[in-house]
């Protein structure tokens, strides 16, 4: 999508708009609930975002196979979380996530975020720029979808 708007609806315990565009080179979005009306990338927003994104190909049986054979047991399901946001957010916003969208995305205290990089980090999941800047250290493949 080179220009354009992208509109969706999002179902979950209340129905939000969220809108998506491009602005130069950079990701607009807007989103109706609570935490998109304060400029937040919400949740919505990523629903949305990796809808747009993402459209992956039918996965035959024999991938679906190979992909629960070498089930990875490297991090936790709120690791792989991290992990996954820190994915989509780098590519939709085209920069690093760093720990305060870590922070506001998974409304955690800064110590609990600042652990759980920690951590990632102590086991080669992640790298940090001294800017703060997170990149991950995995491949697509081993990262779970946000949920
Ligand atoms: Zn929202």
């Given at each position: ?11 979950g ?51 679906l196979g ?76 081993e ?5």
């Amino acid at each position: 999508m080179k220009s354009g708007r992208l509109v969706a609806q999002v179902t979950g315990k209340q129905a939000y708009r969220v809108s998506i565009w491009i602005n130069g080179d950079r990701l607009g979005y807007v989103c109706s609930c609570p935490a998109g009306a304060d400029g937040d990338f919400c949740k919505h927003c990523v629903a949305v975002a990796i809808a747009w994104v993402e459209q992956p190909p039918p996965r035959t049986t024999s991938e679906l196979g190979a992909n629960a054979n070498d089930a990875n047991v490297r991090f936790t399901a709120a690791e792989g979380q991290c992990l996954a946001f820190v994915y989509y957010f780098t590519k939709v916003n085209r920069r690093a996530a760093t720990i305060s969208d870590v922070r506001s995305f998974f409304d955690l205290a800064q110590i609990a975020a600042a652990t759980l990089l920690d951590s990632l980090e102590q086991r080669r999941l992640i790298r940090r720029e001294p800017t703060g800047a997170i990149h991950l250290s995995v491949s697509r493949a081993e990262i779970p979808d946000l949920e």
